[in-house]
């Protein structure tokens, strides 16, 4: 008796109550952690110490620190109101620099003597223009507060942008926007479940499950200290939506058990054992989905890895320990609120899938090799500029008015060794000479002939100047990501090469650092793709104990996913590269779950009948499960996309939703045709009968609990009498209300009652 105890399906019905208020302090203490969990926005971080621009960040950390950037607009107002302003912005704490024009030309002179048409880069038309460089990086405290404080004085009278208005704006736009796509897909995933289920109150009890998983995982985030903008703004969404099948599961296995005329408490002890292999085969398959993005290189690849599984972990423990509980205290609710199931049978859509399949399948696999090599031909973007200027964001319509008005600006920092200011003065002068930089700033080329450094003061020279070596501002004339920025780059690092030979430079900036974030990250993609490829087949072959069975399985769904990675060149959509690579694996472990289910189903039904019947009664068992995922998954995915001012984040968004929909098409009318093609192989004579036997040792395997009293009995029988009686007054009251008026019998039934 005590061994039979110690089983984990009867700890986890016998001990309900103490799991309840075990996830109940779980769930107020990782609320509480939610608002800890640091946030990075900047891409640059997650670059591998090994990429050049990372170890230029590391010296310019150590010699300068890293400055942020920020670009000015005055609007309709004259040079001295202009100097007033900036003279302003110039003493915010955390401004180091504003260059503006007053620098090079006396703008209290007569306007007569003012050449406009050589400070027409700063002063055009009423307008005024200043680049700002501020003490800290983009990222800091000390630079957003600055930020404030600078829109606050130009407020009505000019616009900002830049990276550092861009990073101080993105953190609360992204939490506002993932707040507004958490509400719509709660609302949406509801009226899925409104329709697909057959009780008024599942969907509220299966959003109450994922609910608290949800929590538990963005509260044990807190673990890694710090996680990425992409984590942060698709890890929740991602979570309800690849992890509501685990709760389906397992409601539908205790409502059949308990159809049978199954004592609840056994009921749901036969349902878990029914549900974990297939729950588990699904989150497997999820989580290792997930965990192919830790193999990256590039730092973001492992941050969204482990978040995601360690959140499909979260809801697996959640709906395997929690769930039981709930069912089982709110059961009678759920048959009080039952209602007749909205949705007709599917099978004509099941006898249509056969018709179909050969058409469809020839179809498929024509578009299949084209599509795998158009994937790689798309227009994507790889750092920063994609996050932080999106159309469609203040910084966005603000940057363009700038670039409109006065030409683009994209600062890059020259690092090379101190020392040799003749060398450096000459490479200076032959980058400012290039007809796309704006200015070239270095101390060598500042200092007055025959002056000393060290009679500048420490302030002005410690910016430029540091014990080992010597920074060189370059601004250029583009965009920071751009086929023309990236070759701007290459020609600049080419001619400070040149001057230094045999030392070793950097050239540093958004645009040199989102080449590495390119070279690095397209390396990654093949690599990443294969090792989920191998992860979730070998999850198959575990499941069904089957070699050949994951190629047929993985046939739909990697065409699903070639075909989705290849619409944005169809289409000339511009997508981030990032993005590209986690839908593959996004993709591939969250749907993957559809073609397991249909050859469950399908094995199940081939072991009673004839391949044609069997392919159409498995399309007909899985159409409900499958549609309600795809359909749920693809309403997350497309929230993202149409809620979001993020291009990375909203990119991402639809490359999900239509991944979904596309796998859950291709399971349900193409995966039957490859189950019959490779039916002889797959199909074992003696599954009917293993499965029977599976299902006989977990109907006999009784639930054990301890023998209760006499007087436990009769206390237990009272308590059971009054929730009668109360349940009774309360339809009695109810009758009175509506106007019915009771028969002599229910009338002496409740005197009897009283």
């Not at 089982?328 to 048959?335: K, P």
Request: proline letters at 4%.
């Amino acid at each position: 008796m005590k061994k039979e105890g110690r089983r984990p399906v009867e700890l986890i019905i016998r001990k309900r109550k103490v799991i309840e208020k075990l996830f109940l302090i779980l769930f107020i203490f990782n609320l509480a952690c939610i608002p800890f969990v640091g946030v990075n926005y900047d891409l640059t971080k997650y670059l591998p110490d090994s990429a050049p621009s990372a170890q230029a960040l590391d010296i310019m950390e150590k010699e300068f620190t890293y400055p942020g950037m920020g670009r000015v607009m005055l609007q309709d107002v004259t040079l001295r109101e202009a100097k007033a302003i900036k003279d302003q912005i110039a003493k915010v704490d955390g401004v180091d620099m504003v260059l503006w024009c007053d620098t090079t030309t006396n703008i209290y002179g007569s306007s007569e003597f003012i050449d406009y048409s050589n400070i027409e880069d700063y002063y055009k038309d009423g307008d005024a223009y200043m680049d700002i460089t501020f003490l800290e990086s983009d990222s800091s405290d000390r630079t957003h507060e600055a930020v404030h404080e600078i829109q606050s004085i130009i407020e009505g009278k000019g616009i900002m942008a830049g990276s550092a208005a861009s990073d101080t704006m993105l953190g609360p736009t992204i939490n506002s926007e993932v707040a507004r796509v958490m509400a719509l897909a709660v609302v949406v995933i509801f009226l899925i479940l409104m329709i697909t289920t057959t009780s008024w109150f599942e969907p509220a009890l299966f959003l109450l499950v994922m609910g608290i998983a949800i929590v538990i995982g963005m509260g044990t985030n807190l673990f890694f200290g710090e996680i990425s903008f992409m984590s942060n703004a698709v890890g929740a969404v991602l979570q309800l939506a690849c992890s509501m099948d685990y709760s389906i599961f397992l409601l539908h296995s205790f409502t059949r058990e308990k159809a049978n005329g199954i004592e609840p408490e056994q009921a749901m002890a036969n349902a878990l054992r029914q549900a974990v292999s297939s729950i588990g085969a699904s989150g497997a398959t999820t989580v290792v989905g997930f965990l192919a993005l830790a193999v990256m290189r590039f730092g973001i690849g492992p941050d969204m890895g482990f978040v995601l599984a360690k959140s499909i972990i979260c809801s697996l423990l959640t709906v395997l320990l929690l769930m039981p509980a709930l069912i089982l205290r709110f059961q009678n609710v759920i048959d009080r609120t039952a209602h007749r199931p909205f949705l007709p049978g599917f099978r004509k859509m099941g006898e249509f899938a056969y018709k179909i399949r050969i058409p469809l399948t020839v179809l498929v696999l024509l578009l299949v090799i084209p599509c795998y090599v158009g994937q790689g031909m798309a227009d994507f973007t790889y750092g920063n500029e994609a996050i932080t200027n999106s159309p469609g964001t203040d910084i966005y319509e603000n940057e363009n008015l700038m670039n409109e008005k006065f030409g683009r600006s994209n600062m890059m920092l020259a690092l090379v060794p101190v020392g040799d200011n003749v060398t450096e003065k000459a490479m200076t002068e032959e980058l400012d000479a290039l007809p796309y930089t704006r200015y070239v700033m270095g101390l060598a080329d500042m200092l007055p002939s025959g002056i000393p450094e060290e009679f500048l003061p420490e302030s002005l020279t410690g910016q430029l100047h540091s014990e080992n070596w010597a920074r060189v501002i370059v601004n250029v004339r583009s965009a920071g990501e751009s086929t023309a920025a990236f070759q701007y780059t290459d020609e600049i690092r080419g001619i400070v090469e040149k001057y230094y030979p045999n030392d070793k430079t950097y050239v540093v900036g958004v645009t040199p650092a989102t080449e590495d974030i390119r070279d690095i990250i397209t390396d990654d993609y093949a690599f990443v793709n294969i090792l989920s490829l191998l992860g979730v087949a070998l999850v198959v072959v575990i499941t069904y104990k089957s070699l050949f069975l994951p190629l047929v399985v993985l046939i739909p769904i990697e065409s699903a996913v070639f075909i989705n990675t290849a619409l944005p060149y169809i289409y000339g959509q511009r997508t981030m590269f990032l993005g590209f690579i986690i839908v593959s694996c996004v993709q591939l472990g969250a749907t993957i779950d559809y073609s397991i289910l249909m050859t469950g189903n399908y094995l199940d039904a081939r072991a009673q009948g004839d391949k044609k019947e069997a392919a159409i009664r498995t399309v007909t068992q899985s159409a409900l499960s499958i549609l309600t995922s795809g359909f749920i998954l693809a309403a997350a995915g497309y929230g993202l996309y149409f809620l979001t001012s993020i291009e990375a984040v909203g990119s991402l968004g639809r490359l999900i939703g239509r991944g979904a929909l596309l796998s859950m098409f291709l399971v349900l009318f193409m995966l039957p045709a490859c189950l019959l093609a490779f039916d002889r192989f797959i199909i074992k004579p003696d599954h009917a009968q293993k499965k029977h036997a599976r299902m006989n040792r977990i109907r006999q395997n009784k639930l054990t609990f301890p023998t209760l009293s006499a007087l436990q009995k009769q206390r237990l029988a009272l308590r059971e009498q009054i929730r009668k009686n109360r349940k009774a007054r309360r339809q009695a009251l109810w009758n009175r209300l509506r106007g019915h008026k009771p028969s002599e019998s229910e009338a002496q039934q409740d005197e009897d009652k009283k």
